[in-house]
């Protein structure tokens, strides 16, 4: 039997590294890459569709009406308080690219999980710029 070519050992390497690249906590910028937040830009965006993910507003309203997502007023005070130890930024920042990492008390683990690849840096930034204010 033939040796693995090197080709083949690069590929393989190459996927292990992209599976790799699935892990929860793995996101290629953290928060303090972020670009500083527009509140008002975030305010739009979270009623938009962007790159074809669902809208933040259709699951969360702002209003405290229910919803299949925990309504978000007074979220500027509740994020700080959610994850000990975690600032409301970093909580926001994790509850928007990797939801399903802490779960609100009371909801499922239903929130859209690919917004990391959808959203870019200043539309991050600009979200919880948003949120924080609410
Ligand atoms: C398909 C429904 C859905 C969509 C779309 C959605 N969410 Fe969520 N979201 C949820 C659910 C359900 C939870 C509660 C479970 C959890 O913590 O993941 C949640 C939790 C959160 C939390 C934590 C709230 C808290 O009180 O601690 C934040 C912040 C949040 N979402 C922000 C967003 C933003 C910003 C967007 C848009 C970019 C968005 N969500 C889109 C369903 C959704």
């Given at each position: 039997m033939k040796p693995p070519s090197i080709k083949r050992i690069?590929?393989?390497?190459?996927?292990?590294?992209?599976?790799?690249?699935c892990a929860p906590e793995d996101l290629p910028y953290s928060l303090g890459d972020l670009p500083a937040g527009d509140a008002g830009r975030g305010a739009a965006l979270f009623t938009q569709s962007i790159n074809?993910?669902?809208?933040?507003?259709?699951?969360?309203s702002t209003d405290g009406s229910s919803s299949s997502?925990?309504?978000?007023?007074?979220y500027g005070q509740a994020?700080?308080?959610r994850v000990?130890?975690?600032?409301a930024?970093?909580?926001?920042?994790?509850?928007?690219?990797?939801?399903a990492k802490h779960l609100?008390?009371?909801y499922s683990n239903v929130m859209y999980s690919q917004y990391a690849d959808k959203l870019s840096q200043q539309d991050v930034a600009d979200l919880i710029a948003y949120m924080l204010g609410l």
């Open positions: 690069a590929l393989t390497t190459v996927v292990i590294a992209a599976l790799w690249g074809g993910s669902p809208a933040c507003s259709a699951c969360h997502g925990p309504p978000l007023d007074g994020a700080g308080t000990k130890g975690q600032s930024a970093l909580y926001s920042f994790y509850s928007i690219l990797r939801p609100v008390r009371g």
